[in-house]
């Protein structure tokens, strides 16, 4: 039985995991690093299975590539993807969802305590050689507070926003939350408009899809009401804070910190205002890895494995 010829368009966008090679059972594979707009259809050519995860799989493309019968998406969203179009030619398409909770989650508490215990100060006070010459045992030029008996407030409570609820809980924090979609309320927590939820909580954690309706959700006048104690977290999508108005407010002094994981454009231009902040130490950016994490990169990857032996199994081509 003839081997499907698979195609990963953008290995690198993923990395290397334990499991990568094991793509290589379910048919003939291609790897390529990453493929630009004007590289995509030369290098699907006579596929019958492609593998993407930010390369745009459009009608033009699908039109050419008539061998093409399965894209699997190496993520959960898939709006780089010509959906409608796909299934009109009868083009399978699969996603990998809930791989990265946990990853996500862990990264989220991390940029939490980053800022909340000013890790940052004290760690470059220790480095710095100061601390050798301290005439007591410990420094307090920087004050912190404990998440036990604050408010946290989660924006968007599904899987992911689930999950932080259980952690911030945990910790002795009383959590409330936003719905962006008016959906999905019979939970546990007290469900808050968007400006009582800003104005009365002490953290603000964002989790909600990137979608026109939330796109600059949160912008200067939004963070205006907000207590300038709060810290502001997006593990979400970029595009849902407005950075201009982040940049500003955190240089007025609006907001105590903000930890991103997102941001509207990635990577990131250099005139971006968040890098040109007269207190830079407000702010902690790390560059869209809450969701890469050893297990979950590996998990993301046997879900793809998962889709395409199902897809070759209801064609009979059992691996």
């Known amino acids: 039985m003839k081997r499907a010829r698979i195609v990963f368009l953008d290995a690198d966008t993923v990395g290397f995991t334990n499991n990568l090679n094991h793509l290589k059972a379910l048919g003939n594979v291609t790897f390529y690093p990453l493929t630009s707009a004007d590289e995509r259809i030369s290098h699907i050519g006579d596929a019958e299975i492609i593998i993407t995860n930010k390369v745009v799989i459009d009608a033009a493309v699908m039109n050419v590539c008539k061998e093409l019968k399965l894209i699997c998406v190496a993520a959960t969203g898939m709006n780089n993807i010509d959906l409608a179009y796909a299934e009109k030619r009868g083009i399978q398409v699969k996603n990998v969802a809930g791989y990265s909770t946990e990853s996500v989650v ?42 036990s008996g604050k408010r946290f407030g989660i924006i968007g409570l599904g899987a992911i926003g689930k999950r932080i609820a259980g952690v911030a809980t945990a910790f002795g924090a009383a959590v409330v939350y936003h719905s962006t979609t008016g959906k999905n ?87 971006n205002p968040l890098f040109h902040l007269r207190h830079p130490e407000r702010i ?24 395409i032996k199902e897809y070759l199994d209801e064609a009979g081509r059992r691996i």
């Open 284 to 307: 902690v950016i790390t560059p869209h890895l809450a969701w890469a994490s050893d297990e979950s990169r590996e998990r993301l990857i046997d879900g793809i494995i998962y889709n």
């Open 185 to 271: 309320l019979q939970n546990p927590y007290p469900h808050l408009t968007l400006h009582h939820l800003l104005s009365t909580s002490d953290v603000v954690s964002v989790h909600c899809p990137l979608t026109p309706e939330t796109r600059n959700l949160i912008g200067y006048e939004q963070i205006r009401h907000m207590k300038s104690a709060a810290l502001l977290l997006n593990t979400g999508r970029g595009g849902i804070i407005n950075e201009a108005g982040l940049a500003r407010a955190l240089d007025e002094g609006m907001l105590a910190g903000a930890g991103l994981d997102v941001m509207e454009t990635e990577p990131p231009r250099p005139d």
């Open 106 to 147: 862990q990264v989220t508490i991390a940029l939490l305590f980053y800022l909340l215990n000013k890790i940052r100060y004290y760690d470059d006070y220790t480095k710095s050689g100061n601390y050798f010459t301290s005439p007591v045992f410990t420094h307090f030029k920087r004050n912190f507070c404990e998440l």
